[in-house]
């Protein structure tokens, strides 16, 4: 972006002048993951920016997401291998027990680290960096506390907050989200988990795990976002023996004598607490969409172009968990990162997305990846299966419950996507991720090596059932000759 010597004058200058008098190159509102990642990529560009942010600095992720959620979980999976200590001959694992708050309190520890080295990478904008509340006035300005801001282009990343009905405000603090479960510093003995999606599944588990009661309720068929019935049977086989779960109708909240009554068709269930795990919404509540002057959809939002950000033909992007597109801090990175790029650059880049890859973080790993069978044509694809219930590596571990699922097009042999539950199916998950994002066939995949004992070759299992589906490709391929079908060798 070419500019004068007037156009580079300091910043501070600029916002004490005001926006009218010297407007500026972009205005990001919100400074979570697409905030940053767009603040980084328009300070390569520019030094006329302003990055504005309501409320406390520093993303989803690190603040009530992905970092707290992965220390609960860890926490409950080193509890619950006193499980299998016994088959491995290690004896006394009933005198172990869970102190409740000390978990919770390292939780926040840590937390509260991961929280702070997110908010230091904020440190270097300096007076780059507005608190409030900003509001459009018009696509090319933003109002924050009374004052208006002018800019050639805005980034809005403003986020998402978790979904909670209005009619469960009546119970107070016994109702949590992921923004307040991390600050209790002790849960009750009966918690009710109402959304069975990637963080019901995830939280569900967890505490049950580490003692508590846990009943989970989802109005969807299946759980965590799967979309293969074999695939969701076998998860949902796993998780029964851990909690009890209901699904295939919404929950309904009452008040009653001993708790939160919760009912889901026949189904009925008293609580202490009820974690809301429904969702997150994009947090667009007083934002003012409607000064774009573009019609927004039934649920509020604008046309977005995945593959820039922008809304519609306006010097608008809108990136990160505020589109509700995925809301995933890969994605929200790669997301703020376009459209800081279209924002401050001189031209409206396109940009290839990756390969979707979604990950539940229970035990076995859920994982989907690439085209979820749902979006299939059945007739037009073929499909490869393992089982790790012999798998050998698996029997070892006492981890042997999973199932993979992988999917091909049916002319060109070529890897189109998976779904599984597996153990440490997320290592398995990045493997077949990268082979849909460089295009390989099955034959392909087949022909990379495969170590033993290794969890990965249930991977190769499963190409082996669809590579007997296609045409051979030569009179030799090592990796996809047949086992020897034996779990000690296989």
Same mark, same amino acid.
């Given at each position: 972006?070419?500019?004068?010597?007037?156009?580079?004058?300091?910043?501070?200058?600029?916002?004490?002048?005001?926006?009218?008098?010297?407007?500026?190159?972009?205005?990001?509102?919100?400074?979570?993951?697409?905030?940053?990642?767009?603040?980084?990529?328009?300070?390569?560009?520019?030094?006329?920016?302003?990055?504005?942010?309501?409320?406390?600095?520093?993303?989803?992720?690190?603040?009530?997401?992905?970092?707290?959620?992965?220390?609960?979980?860890?926490?409950?999976?080193?509890?619950?291998?006193?499980?299998?200590?016994?088959?491995?001959?290690?004896?006394?694992?009933?005198?172990?027990?869970?102190?409740?708050?000390?978990?919770?309190?390292?939780?926040?520890?840590?937390?509260?680290?991961?929280?702070?080295?997110?908010?230091?990478?904020?440190?270097?904008?300096?007076?780059?960096?507005?608190?409030?509340?900003?509001?459009?006035?018009?696509?090319?300005?933003?109002?924050?506390?009374?004052?208006?801001?002018? =800019?050639?282009? $805005?980034? /809005?990343?403003?986020?998402?907050? &978790?979904? %909670?009905?209005? @009619?469960?405000?009546?119970? *107070? #603090?016994?109702?949590?989200?992921?923004?307040?479960?991390?600050?209790?510093?002790?849960?009750?003995?009966?918690?009710?988990?109402?959304?069975?999606?990637?963080?019901?599944?995830?939280?569900?588990?967890?505490?049950?795990?580490?003692?508590?009661?846990?009943?989970?309720?989802?109005?969807?068929?299946?759980?965590?976002?799967?979309?293969?019935?074999?695939?969701?049977?076998?998860?949902?086989?796993?998780?029964?023996?851990?909690?009890?779960?209901?699904?295939?109708?919404?929950?309904?909240?009452?008040?009653?004598?001993?708790?939160?009554?919760?009912?889901?068709?026949?189904?009925?269930?008293?609580?202490?607490?009820?974690?809301?795990?429904?969702?997150?919404?994009?947090?667009?509540?007083?934002?003012?969409?409607? =000064?774009?002057? $573009?019609? /927004?959809?039934?649920?509020?939002? &604008?046309? %977005?172009?995945? @593959?820039?950000?922008?809304? *519609? #033909?306006?010097?608008?992007?809108?990136?990160?968990?505020?589109?509700?597109?995925?809301?995933?801090?890969?994605?929200?990175?790669?997301?703020?990162?376009?459209?800081?790029?279209?924002?401050?650059?001189?031209?409206?880049?396109?940009?290839?997305?990756?390969?979707?890859?979604?990950?539940?973080?229970?035990?076995?790993?859920?994982?989907?990846?690439?085209?979820?069978?749902?979006?299939?044509?059945?007739?037009?694809?073929?499909?490869?299966?393992?089982?790790?219930?012999?798998?050998?590596?698996?029997?070892?571990?006492?981890?042997?419950?999973?199932?993979?699922?992988?999917?091909?097009?049916?002319?060109?042999?070529?890897?189109?996507?998976?779904?599984?539950?597996?153990?440490?199916?997320?290592?398995?998950?990045?493997?077949?991720?990268?082979?849909?994002?460089?295009?390989?066939?099955?034959?392909?995949?087949?022909?990379?090596?495969?170590?033993?004992?290794?969890?990965?070759?249930?991977?190769?299992?499963?190409?082996?059932?669809?590579?007997?589906?296609?045409?051979?490709?030569?009179?030799?391929?090592?990796?996809?000759?047949?086992?020897?079908?034996?779990?000690?060798?296989?």
């Amino acid at each position: 972006m070419n500019q004068t010597p007037e156009d580079r004058r300091p910043l501070a200058q600029s916002r004490r002048q005001g926006a009218a008098d010297t407007p500026l190159d972009v205005i990001i509102l919100g400074a979570g993951t697409a905030g940053l990642a767009a603040a980084r990529e328009v300070r390569k560009r520019t030094e006329r920016f302003v990055l504005i942010n309501d409320g406390p600095w520093g993303t989803t992720c690190a603040r009530v997401g992905c970092m707290p959620s992965k220390l609960l979980i860890e926490a409950a999976n080193a509890f619950h291998r006193r499980h299998s200590f016994d088959a491995f001959g290690i004896r006394g694992a009933d005198a172990l027990k869970v102190d409740l708050p000390a978990v919770l309190h390292r939780v926040r520890a840590l937390r509260d680290q991961f929280v702070d080295a997110t908010v230091r990478s904020t440190d270097g904008f300096g007076e780059h960096c507005i608190a409030g509340r900003g509001r459009l006035v018009a696509p090319d300005r933003v109002e924050v506390d009374g004052r208006r801001y002018q =800019a050639r282009r $805005i980034v /809005l990343a403003t986020g998402s907050r &978790p979904v %909670v009905p209005a @009619a469960w405000q009546s119970f *107070g #603090d016994r109702i949590l989200t992921t923004d307040t479960l991390f600050e209790q510093h002790t849960l009750a003995p009966r918690i009710g988990i109402v959304g069975l999606g990637p963080i019901g599944i995830e939280l569900a588990q967890a505490l049950a795990r580490l003692g508590l009661s846990v009943v989970g309720f989802g109005s969807s068929r299946t759980l965590a976002g799967i979309t293969d019935e074999a695939v969701d049977a076998m998860l949902r086989e796993a998780l029964q023996q851990e909690f009890a779960l209901h699904t295939g109708s919404s929950a309904e909240l009452s008040e009653g004598r001993q708790g939160i009554e919760i009912r889901n068709g026949k189904v009925h269930a008293v609580v202490d607490q009820v974690i809301a795990a429904l969702g997150r919404r994009p947090d667009l509540a007083g934002l003012g969409l409607e =000064a774009l002057g $573009i019609p /927004l959809d039934a649920r509020g939002m &604008p046309p %977005v172009d995945p @593959a820039t950000m922008r809304i *519609g #033909d306006l010097p608008v992007f809108l990136a990160g968990d505020a589109n509700g597109r995925a809301a995933l801090l890969h994605e929200a990175a790669d997301e703020g990162h376009i459209a800081g790029i279209n924002a401050a650059g001189p031209d409206i880049r396109c940009f290839r997305r990756r390969t979707p890859l979604a990950i539940v973080f229970c035990e076995p790993n859920v994982a989907i990846i690439g085209k979820r069978w749902s979006q299939l044509d059945a007739s037009r694809t073929r499909t490869g299966e393992a089982s790790f219930a012999r798998q050998g590596r698996a029997r070892v571990a006492q981890r042997n419950h999973g199932l993979l699922r992988v999917y091909a097009d049916a002319a060109s042999a070529r890897l189109l996507g998976a779904e599984l539950v597996a153990p440490a199916g997320e290592h398995l998950a990045h493997l077949i991720a990268l082979a849909i994002e460089r295009e390989l066939t099955v034959h392909e995949l087949l022909r990379t090596p495969f170590y033993h004992p290794v969890l990965e070759e249930g991977l190769r299992t499963a190409l082996r059932t669809l590579a007997a589906q296609f045409p051979a490709t030569g009179d030799s391929d090592l990796a996809a000759c047949e086992g020897f079908r034996s779990e000690a060798l296989d």
